[in-house]
């Protein structure tokens, strides 16, 4: 079965981190770009992170850039997100999706996603 799988969240408290995990099961994770997005209740999912399929590329929302940083091992095919000064806002669940030619916005058609992990930022 072509899958991703998240795993890694939780609840945390304000300022702590949390790593996310974007697993494949069925596919190589090598040729994809893989984006990370976010969805609070009662708001739009939003794009956190992507990375390109060489890893030579990432790129962040304005609210992540220089607290969560984006990277891929293609040994163990997965795609991590390290979420540092976590805030209560960046409370969502997480999800990841792959595909096999860009890092696009959270409507596009991409190949897989994951079924989301939740995080929860709170004391």
């Known amino acids: 079965q072509l899958q991703l799988v998240e795993s890694g969240g939780g609840l945390v408290q304000p300022g702590g981190s949390l790593r996310l995990s974007c697993a494949a099961s069925?596919?190589?994770?090598?040729?994809?770009?893989i984006g990370w997005f976010r969805q609070a209740p009662g708001k739009e999912r939003e794009g956190v992170s992507c990375?390109?399929?060489?890893?030579?590329?990432?790129n962040y929302a304005d609210s992540v850039k220089g607290r969560f940083t984006i990277s891929r091992d293609n040994a163990k095919n997965t795609v991590y997100l390290q979420m540092n000064s976590l805030k209560p806002e960046d409370t969502a669940i997480y999800y990841c999706?792959?595909?096999?030619?860009?890092?696009?916005?959270?409507?596009?058609?991409?190949?897989?996603w994951g079924q989301g992990t939740q995080v929860t930022v709170s004391s």
């Open positions: 990375i390109t399929s060489s890893g030579g590329s990432t």
């Open positions: 069925g596919f190589n994770l090598d040729y994809y770009a």
């Open positions: 999706a792959a595909d096999r030619l860009v890092c696009g916005p959270p409507e596009y058609d991409y190949d897989y």
